[in-house]
Structure formats: C-alpha cells, structure tokens
C-alpha cells in the first residue's frame, strides 16, 4: 500500500488500541495490542508519518534508531539484587531501566499524557547481541523485567533485504505477533504531501515531466545509486534557503542530495532551464498583470517541457500567495477565539500569553515540522505580546482596554483581506496571461487541474472564490461533456 494508507491504517490501530469500555479497561487487552512492523524502502516518508500521526493525534512520541543501540543501552545495566525466594535470602540479577523505556516515562512527563507512540527505526537492522532482546520487546513489550507503560503503541520500522545486506530476517514465532504493513512509493500520494508542506516548485514540475526519477534505487558496481523522496525533500529545504542566502544550486551540490548521477545531472540542468524561465517570462510581471504580449507569444511557440516548467513556476508563486493567505487566515481564526476568551471573563490577557508561548515551545521542543502550524503559534503569541505592550504604553483604562484589543484585532482583520485579495488578483492575472498565450489547450486544462490538487491555492478557491478558475473550469466541463457526447454520437449506429 502507499505511504498514505499506511498512515490511516496506524491511526486507525491507535484508535482502537486506545479505546476503552464502559468500566475504563481497554477493549482490546494490551496482550493483544500487536506491535506494527512496517516494512518499505528507504526514504519514502515512514518517519514523518509517525510525527503526524503524534500531531494530529495529540500522543506523545519517542522515538529511536534501534542501529545506533547496544544490549545495555536497549536492555539496562545488570546489578545483582538479594530477594526472599522459597523462605530463603538469595541474590538474583536484576536490571537497570532500559534508556528506551526511561525515554517513554520522561515523554509522558513532559507532554502531560499517559499515551503515545514508541518508533523504532531499522528494526531489522540491529546488531546480534541485540537481537535476542529486540524480538522478546515486540512479543511481550518488555526489555528485561521493565515493561511498556499501556497506553503506548510499538511501531517499528525496517527495510526489505533487498536495500541492505545487514538486516535480519523474522521468525515465524515472531511475525505472528506483529500487525505488518507493506508500503511502497507513490508519486501521487507523494505530490499530494509535497505540495501540503511547500516542496520546491522546480522539484514539483521536474518530476510531473520525469516522473520516473522520483524513486528508483539501481546496483552498480560502485555500490547502490539512489534517489528517494526523502532526497527530494531535503534537498527542497536546502535550496529554499540557498535562495534567500543568494548562493547557487549546481550539480555538486544536487549530487549531494540525489545520489543517482543521472538523476542528479539531469535536475541540475533542468534547474538551469527553470532560473532561465523565471528571467525570461518574468513571472512576477505576469502576476501584477503587467506582462507583454511578446510573452505570451514566447509561451505559444515554446515546446511542452518548456510550457510545463512556465507552468510550475507560476502554480509555486500561486501556492506561496494562497499559503499567506492561510496562515493569516488561521492567525485571524486564533486571535479571534482568544479575544473571545478575554470577552467573556475566562481568561485574562496576560495569562493568554503566558499560555500561549508554553504551547510555542512545547511544539519547538518536541521537533514539530507543521510549518504553518509553527508560524500561528508564534505569530500568535507576537501577536498577544504586541496587544499587551500597547494596552500598557497607552495607558488604556481598564474599562476600555478590550475595545482597544478589537480595535488592534482589525490589523490581523486587514492584513488578511490584504492577503487574499493579492492572491485572487495574481489568480485572475495569470489566467488572463494562459488565455493570451495557451488558450483551450492541454496545458490550460493542466493548470486548472494542478489548482485543485494543491492544498493551498484548493483551499483558497474554496474559502475566497475565484472567478477566473470558476469560469475556466465551466468552460473545460462544457468541453469534455461536448467531446464525450460527440464520441457517443459518432459511434452510436442508425437505426
């Protein structure tokens, strides 16, 4: 199965492992709450879905690279402890709490919940010594005599044999106790998460042309060559900062990332033609509606690769509008809710604040990788200190201090207004441009289509409207439903 379905699969066993009966137990025993091996190729997204699966969940997780462990680290240190045994004083060996387990009681402390998840990675990949030890964990959740609080899901995670000559088969006694999920790589699934966390727009249009470089992993003679999506991603972050530091993206430091020479060379020079595209047409003028016709003319002629990389550009600088105008709008959602608080007695500003920037750092600390819900976080708590700084400069009275708070709250008001309507002008303005340029083409129907699969300008259209995209997609339903018609006419036999 995909990565995608992998994920609704555990979210749906942490439901279930964490329901519980009328009289509090859990419905299914923890003896029967199977740990979950999830097995699939390197780099196609089995950690971050378990971050999300925390997130969205609201569980705590820790997590551990079973590689980087020893017996003694996974096990506990031996100390030898004198017991009452069969009416006689005898010493037995004991154990020091495992650092895995210890990880767990710690996580439970500081999120302030009794459950979560615990992730071990390369599972099948531990050393010998260790072996014995990880295989009674997954049978009886236990390392030693020190057992997994309830309440805490195992999933562990391993790759199959053929992307690496350490791992270590299961036994039968084993796999009989694990609940294991198959996952394999998906473009489409993965397109669909790339444009949620904000991948480069040059990543994005690449593999909608190549799309068969998005994954592929070959032997050779120097060892395996790989290029997974946990390449594309990291290389994505590291060329968006490139960007702001103004230093240059070439093959070197693309080979870093994709270690794949073919792939590698041929991204490279692609990145080559999308830093040519951007110059050429002049993207932001096409988004202030103030191109020139020879740009259009320019796109008419141009090849279809050259088209689709026009085409990227302009759905990423979209993107990045319609995603200011939802993390504004989410800012706004916040703000307002908080002024509500404040309104109705039950909480003061001050205590707001103090409990909002915990929050922040709570998320920061646990390694959150929701950008969006990063930047509401913090621009909420920016936004509550700049509340309070005001109220205290201006001397507000009492009485009157939550009306200058709503009175400040319609800076946040505007500035999504602001936001949206930005984005709705760029929409309008590089629909007109596609019409001059590339009207009632495949292209156009692409575009339109790539506007509904992206998160962000998909969830603008749907909360702001969009006139353009509307009239444009009533025209491209007319036409399919005419060529259908039309088809059905033409093979449709007389009487």
């Known amino acids: 199965m995909n990565i995608k379905r992998a994920k609704n699969e555990i979210k749906n066993a942490l439901r279930a492992y964490l329901a519980r009966d009328a009289f509090g137990a859990y419905r299914i025993p923890p003896i029967r709450q199977r740990p979950i091996l999830l097995m699939g190729p390197p780099g196609i997204g089995k950690t971050q879905i378990m971050e999300q699966i925390a997130e969205e969940t609201g569980v705590g997780l820790v997590s551990y690279t079973l590689t980087h462990h020893t017996r003694q680290s996974a096990l506990g240190l031996p100390f030898i402890e004198t017991v009452q045994l069969g009416g006689a004083e005898r010493t037995v060996t004991a154990y020091t709490m495992s650092e895995i387990i210890a990880s767990v009681y710690r996580e439970m402390e500081r999120m302030g919940t009794k459950e979560g998840i615990l992730f071990l990675d390369e599972i099948n990949c531990i050393s010998e010594t260790l072996t014995p030890m990880m295989l009674q964990f997954l049978q009886c959740k236990t390392f030693g005599n020190q057992r997994l609080p309830d309440g805490w899901m195992v999933v562990a995670a391993g790759n199959p044999p053929e992307y690496n000559k350490s791992v270590r088969e299961f036994d039968v006694v084993t796999l009989d106790r694990v609940k294991r999920i198959d996952v394999e790589e998906d473009f489409a699934v993965w397109k669909e998460y790339a444009y949620r966390r904000g991948i480069h727009g040059a990543i994005l249009s690449y593999l909608e042309i190549r799309r068969d470089h998005f994954y592929r992993v070959e032997a050779t003679a120097d060892g395996l060559q790989f290029v997974t999506a946990r390449g594309w991603e990291d290389l994505s972050e590291l060329m968006q900062v490139y960007e702001t530091l103004d230093l240059p993206v070439d093959r070197q430091v693309v080979g870093q990332y994709l270690q794949l020479p073919r792939v590698a060379a041929d991204f490279a020079n692609y990145l080559q033609l999308y830093e040519k595209y951007k110059r050429v047409y002049r993207v932001e ?49 916040a703000l307002h809710q908080d002024l509500v608080h404040i309104r109705e007695g039950e909480k003061m500003l001050g205590t707001l604040l103090d409990e909002k920037q915990a929050a922040l750092t709570r998320r920061r600390d646990a390694g959150s990788t929701d950008k969006d819900a990063l930047f509401t976080a913090a621009r909420e708590a920016e936004r509550l200190a700049a509340f309070q700084q005001a109220l205290a400069l201006e001397k507000v009275p009492k009485g009157q201090a939550f009306e200058r708070l709503k009175a400040l709250f319609q800076e946040d008001v505007q500035a999504r207004a602001d936001a949206a309507d930005r984005t709705d002008r760029q929409l309008a303005n590089v ?65």
């Open 285 to 333: 003028e096409i988004l202030d509606g103030a191109w020139e016709k020879v740009r259009a003319s320019e796109l008419a002629g141009a090849a279809f690769d050259e088209k689709l990389g026009v085409l990227g550009l302009l759905l990423a600088r979209l993107a990045d509008s319609a995603r200011e105008a939802y993390r504004l709008d989410r800012l706004t959602d």
């Open 431 to 495: 629909f007109a441009f596609l019409d001059a340029a590339i009207p009632n083409s495949q292209e156009l129907v692409l575009f339109a289509t790539e506007l509904t699969a992206n998160y962000f300008t998909s969830w603008f259209i749907q909360n702001f409207g969009c006139e353009a995209y509307f009239a444009h997609n009533k025209q491209l339903l007319f036409d399919d439903t005419r060529q259908r018609l039309l088809r059905e006419i033409g093979s449709a036999e007389p009487d």
